[in-house]
């Protein structure tokens, strides 16, 4: 029997242990860095399948270590482990039983999946041609556990050849394949600014500075950052995404705070639109004799994908899926994600599975409280990560 026959079987042997699992998983979220429980899980199931497992890196990380037969390069897959604070809506069995707490982006897949990825590795431990590093993180959806964990050495001993990740993607019908050469993601940056103004009554606005029209004019303009400083075939957002202040209807306000996100994919125009940011908002400020607190931080870099990694992943995905299941965007998504960093450090792939179905009515977005996901791509997860890792190891 051939060898991709064989891990077909055993992943329908292992189908619906792994449902079980997704369930048992999306019924407990946790939220970053508190992934507890979750961690337990795993290292319970990695430990039983022979592997050497690690915990707490990262406070919350799990990594298992399985070492094939033969010498080879080392493969290291990763999932992410954290849910949101969002009250699931769905009326499911496996429903949420942490009110307020929700596996609403599929991380609860990308753990099963994994764990699916080593339960058959692990079968093939006598003809495998090099180890497999299995990296379970805390904390994608913020602050971030990539970051933490390489620092903690998760890609070092043995070092890290190649990496491959997934997230589960409910733009796409279950069934296909979303690949992208280069960068998939945005870099992530975020502000904090208060505006500070001059407190005055509502009828003698010329005694203070209005930190509310300071506010509307710095909002205005930084939408003119994009669109009039950027090169416009770049892509790039900037968003406020949340505003507060004044006192009362005949108070001119003294201060307005605002939070916001900054997306961009090009480094350089990364720090470009970083130190526009800065001259619009002191400009306008000192113009009207108020003042400003910035605090402007670097998040997540861009994810970038590495081409011949991608080619390899398209081989598996053109055997496993079909072509005409597989799914190349032109552009990245301005989403971010903290795979970004591992990608920093190690040539990988990042790529999207397909979780969408509208005759199952799965169709809510990510990060909703009807987000739900079809599970049979719990199954072709497991065949890609398998077979691309044996792909890379052929390399
Ligand atoms: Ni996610």
Request: net charge negative.
């Given at each position: ?188 940056d975020q502000f904090d600014l ?65 939070e916001g996100?900054v ?14 940011f ?16 910035l605090d402007y ?99």
């Amino acid at each position: 029997m051939s060898i991709f026959k064989e891990i077909k079987e055993i992943i329908s042997e292992i189908e619906s242990n792994l449902v079980e699992i997704r369930r048992d998983l999306h019924r407990h979220p946790e939220l970053g860095f508190e992934e507890v429980r979750t961690a337990k899980v795993i290292a319970t199931i990695l430990t039983e399948l022979g592997l050497t497992v690690k915990t707490g890196i990262a406070r919350t990380g799990v990594v298992g270590l399985l070492e094939g037969a033969q010498a080879g390069p080392v493969i290291a897959l990763r999932a992410d482990m954290d849910a949101l604070t969002i009250e699931e809506k769905n009326q499911v069995p496996y429903a949420s039983q942490d009110k307020g707490k929700m596996h609403a982006c599929g991380h609860d897949a990308h753990v099963t999946i994994l764990l699916g990825a080593a339960m058959v590795l692990s079968r093939l431990k006598d003809r495998l041609p090099g180890n497999v590093k299995f990296i379970f993180q805390p904390a994608e959806e913020g602050p971030g556990g990539a970051k933490p964990m390489i620092e903690q050495g998760v890609l070092e001993n043995p070092p890290v050849d190649r990496i491959l990740g997934l997230h589960v993607w409910l733009d796409l019908p279950a069934g296909q394949v979303g690949l992208k050469k280069g960068p998939g993601f945005a870099s992530v940056d975020q502000f904090d600014l208060l505006i500070k103004g001059k407190s005055a009554h509502g009828a003698l606005p010329h005694q203070g500075v209005d930190a509310i029209v300071l506010a509307a004019q710095v909002i205005s303009a930084l939408q003119t950052a994009v669109s009039r400083k950027l090169d416009p075939t770049e892509p790039a957002v900037v968003t406020v995404g949340k505003i507060a202040g004044g006192y009362r209807r005949n108070i001119i306000a003294e201060e307005v705070g605002m939070e916001g996100t900054v997306r961009t994919v090009n480094p350089a125009v990364r720090t470009q639109l970083a130190t526009t940011f800065k001259e619009i908002v002191g400009g306008i400020c000192k113009a009207a004799g108020g003042d400003f607190e910035l605090d402007y931080r670097e998040g997540y870099p861009t994810l970038n994908n590495d081409d011949a990694v991608v080619e390899l992943i398209k081989e598996v995905a053109t055997a496993v899926v079909g072509t005409d299941h597989i799914i190349e965007p032109d552009k990245p998504t301005l989403g971010g994600e903290d795979f970004a960093y591992f990608l920093e450090r190690v040539p990988g792939c990042f790529f999207l599975l397909g979780a969408r179905s509208e005759a199952k009515g799965i169709t809510a977005p990510h990060h909703n409280p009807y987000f739900d996901l079809d599970e049979s791509v719990l199954a072709l997860g497991v065949e890609m990560m398998v077979r691309s890792t044996l792909r890379l190891m052929e390399e």
